[in-house]
């Protein structure tokens, strides 16, 4: 029987355990420490953002970052629908309500258009939205600059889910670093990962300062145990910071693996008929984090789910793209801005094994696999 391959397992160097061991003989084994410190200057070098405060989860960092810019019960905040549902979790746990903008079939990324015509109806009714969520999917940065400036137009807070996209760039710089803040995952199946992390960054050093107290339980700075708000435990432990700090030094190496996953991947499948890999938009570099492709099933001869259960039977791990948020049955009701275009991608829609540790036979068990599925080859 053949080893199961799946679709994004972490993938540690051999600097990790060095970090990790300091933490031990230092017994720097909190929420606290030269490693947390440390990793948040690394991680600012990184992505050429000035400040940065590490949090125990991307979702713990969203959830600060919509705190941070005043979002309010009741308050509307736009955000993209092609998306993990963590893109918009945060938005209804400080109890204001979501709104999904669709992709643009370029970059599968929200539609700067139907953003901007959303604001323009919006500032005319009188209700502006009180922030964005812009996500950066699979990798590859969203066109940030026509969202940025309609933003700034009517200052609406931008705030970026840099999730799935570090080590990618825009115009050659991070996305994460236009927007007020940008959050970051160390999830286990990210680029790189702690285990369980996330990183906030933005210029402003007072929000940066402000998410480590809120992060801290709100403590205000006296000898006693006194709190002035609500806040939160969500600091990251020194010891994950340590595995950050060693992930870190081997990005780009990650970055560089996952786009030859997906350049190997493309030579061997882009002739089949119906099979057409997303794009890598112009502006910028994606990192490929997932190789993802849609399958038209007239023209392939096989529906996205048929292959799907193919590579399965063969344990090969590979997922639909991501459901739309606006189709999920916990925002039922929750209005949307278009959705034709992420709709389709989801039914179309298929992400492949994409670790940065996935071996050249590995690869061409998915390839062979896909290839054998295609009835119009
Ligand atoms: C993974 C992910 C998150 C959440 O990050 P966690 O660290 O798992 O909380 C948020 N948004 C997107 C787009 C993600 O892919």
Redo the contacts with the bound molecule.
Sequence with gaps: MNHPILLSPPHLSDRELEFVKEAFLTNWIAPVGPHVDAFEQEFCEVVGSPHAAAVS???AA?HLALRLVGIQPGDEVLCSTL??I??ANPIVYLGATPIFVDSDRLSWNMNPELLQETIEQRAKRGKLPKAVVL?HLYGQSADIDPILQICDRYEIPLIE?A??ALGATYKGRSPGTFGRIGIY?F?GN?IITTS?G?MLVSDDPILVHRARYLATQARDPSPYYQHSEIGYNYRLSNVLAGIGRGQLQVLNERVAARRRNFDIYQQALKHLPGLEFMPEARYGRATRWLTCLTLDPERFGATREQVRLALAQQQIEARPVWKPLHLQPVFNGCECIGGQVAETLFERGLCLPSGSNLQETELERVIQTIWYSSRNR
Excluded: Q
């Design positions: 989860s991307g979702t969203l998306t993990f963590a893109s996500v889910d999730a799935e995952s999830n990210k369980g996330g």
